[in-house]
């Protein structure tokens, strides 16, 4: 639990003001949410229902996913808009830094020997998909969506901004 206290201090602190968070259904989150955030938050829970695979040591099922059969909404804390209740921003999320970053692929030799490694290739992988990469979806890099930058970065503006 002291991981997601962390997590959720971490968060708050890098968000002014009231804020609506959506968690999957980690059961820490409904116990450290409202340690960390008090009142002053939203909060809804997305817990997802998975069927049962039929055998655990088919071996032809082994890295295949089980099938989400449904999904429930749980208000935890304040006034949640329903309409915005979603963890899919997070998986997509997620979802990229596997494909982008091989360090995140399963059974490969990229991985990251050192921590370090890994923290530095997250912040790169991060940083590019966020502020250079233009998504199709938006015509602009997501920094341009949020109004962070005017034009899309490059690893030059990178190395030259300072910390």
Excluded: W
Aim: aromatic residues 10%; glycine residues 6%; charged residues 25%.
């Amino acid at each position: 639990m002291s991981n997601t206290q962390e997590l959720l201090s971490d968060l708050k602190g890098r968000v002014a003001g009231r804020m609506q968070l959506t968690t999957d259904g980690f059961e820490p989150y409904k116990i450290e949410t409202p340690r960390v955030f008090g009142k002053d938050i939203d909060f809804a829970q997305l817990i997802k229902q998975y069927a049962n695979p039929r055998d655990l040591n088919d071996p032809e099922r082994r890295y295949s996913p089980t099938v989400c059969i449904g999904a429930r909404t749980v208000i935890r804390r304040g006034n949640p808009n329903r309409d915005l209740i979603s963890t899919s921003y997070v998986e997509r999320q997620n979802l990229s830094v596997r494909l982008f970053n091989r360090r995140f692929t399963r059974l490969t030799l990229g991985y990251s020997k050192k921590f370090e490694y890994l923290i530095a290739s997250i912040n790169l992988m991060v940083f590019h998909f966020n502020f250079v990469r233009i998504h199709s979806a938006h015509g602009q890099t997501p920094a341009q969506a949020a109004g962070l930058t005017k034009r899309p970065m490059t690893f030059e503006d990178l190395l030259l901004t300072p910390d």
